[in-house]
């Protein structure tokens, strides 16, 4: 495996922890990427990764993520991240494996909070917190803070998509507007409900056709297959899938004037912000816009407020997209640069 320090993603990363526990077969990576503003809070996704260094390289990229995504939203927590590695794809997960995960929560002292990520849920969070405090996305109450944070990160992405849509087309609203949504999940699936109350047109497509079939049928939308969806002519494109979608050949292939979802880590580099910057794409940065989610469970974890309060921090999206627009827009600096500048700033990077 490449050295840590010498890998393209490593970034100054406070700690990088590796958990194995033979009895449960657990085999995991924490990523602590900074504690300036608190502990280190971001979900743990459970997959099935190509080799190792593919699992170190995504909890690399997405704890950095969440700096960045927790410093935008105001949120006192630090960024982290957890993987999971399954064994094969599909594998299930073992309650002793969730246990051990937990314990090794819990070794690290409260510098990782964690919450649910791509392939895990309220009850895999219960079995984890049966083993430490420090989780949040449990299962709550009406009107309480927590849950699956999938549908808070859906309203944060819709109100982003609606802002973007006024900046770009001029629109109030999103009545007629066509969005092709990349992913129907817990994120995407909510985008697109959300969208389509509105009188949004819609064309969706899913890893996994007949769910993405099903579903457009539901909403009376159209489906492309996922290898297609990206080059849709659309008003907006919205990734909600898995991240590194947008690289050099998607972005010359984009048919749309606008970028906006709530997939983590949408460019593949660097340098496809101003890929995209150069075609003149609207593009809204993935840690702002998708930062429902996180607001959503570290209230939870804080106390800090119910579902109230977490829809008004929510509602604050639009205003920090449009910020981070007009200085794209007087600097010339593509939107995701001048992003990366402001959430440096804020958690002491600058």
């Not at 609606?162 to 909510?190: F, I, M, N, Y």
């Amino acid at each position: 495996m490449t050295s840590l320090w010498s890998m393209v993603d490593f970034d100054g990363h406070e700690d990088v922890h590796f958990f194995s526990d033979a009895q449960s077969g657990l085999r995991a990576i924490i990523a602590i990427h900074s504690t300036y503003r608190g502990p280190a809070a971001g979900g743990v996704r459970y997959w099935h990764y190509a080799d190792d260094e593919a699992a170190l390289k995504d909890a690399l990229r997405l704890s950095r993520g969440m700096s960045y995504k927790n410093a935008m939203a105001d949120l006192p927590m630090g960024g982290g991240k957890g993987v999971m590695l399954a064994p094969e794809a599909g594998a299930p997960k073992m309650p002793d494996m969730l246990a051990a995960f937990g314990r090794a929560i819990g070794t690290l002292g409260g510098r990782y909070v964690t919450a649910e990520d791509v392939g895990m849920s309220e009850a895999d969070m219960l079995a984890i917190g049966r083993e430490t405090r420090h989780v949040s996305g449990l299962p709550v109450v009406s009107g309480a803070a927590g849950g699956d944070p999938g549908l808070y990160t859906a309203q944060g992405v819709f109100l982003g998509i609606k802002a973007a849509v006024a900046r770009a087309l001029g629109r109030e609203d999103v009545r007629g507007v066509h969005v092709a949504v990349q992913g129907v999940g817990s994120v995407g699936g909510g985008v697109a409900r959300l969208l389509a109350a509105e009188g949004a047109q819609l064309t969706l497509a899913d890893v996994d056709d007949a769910k993405a079939a099903v579903f457009a049928t539901e909403l009376g939308a159209a489906h492309v297959p996922a290898s297609e969806i990206l080059a849709v002519k659309a008003d907006v494109v919205s990734p909600n899938a898995l991240g590194a979608v947008l690289d050099e050949a998607s972005i010359a292939a984009l048919n749309a004037p606008v970028v906006a979802g709530g997939a983590n880590n949408q460019l593949a580099t660097p340098e496809d912000a101003q890929r995209l910057h150069a075609r003149g794409i609207l593009y809204a940065p993935d840690y702002v816009i998708n930062a429902g989610g996180i607001i959503n469970v570290a209230l939870e974890y804080l106390g800090a407020g119910g579902r109230s309060a977490v829809m008004e921090r929510i509602a604050g999206i639009p205003t920090r997209l449009t910020r981070i627009w007009a200085e794209s827009e007087a600097t010339g600096a593509p939107a995701g640069d001048v992003a990366d500048v402001m959430a440096r700033e804020l958690i002491g990077r600058a």
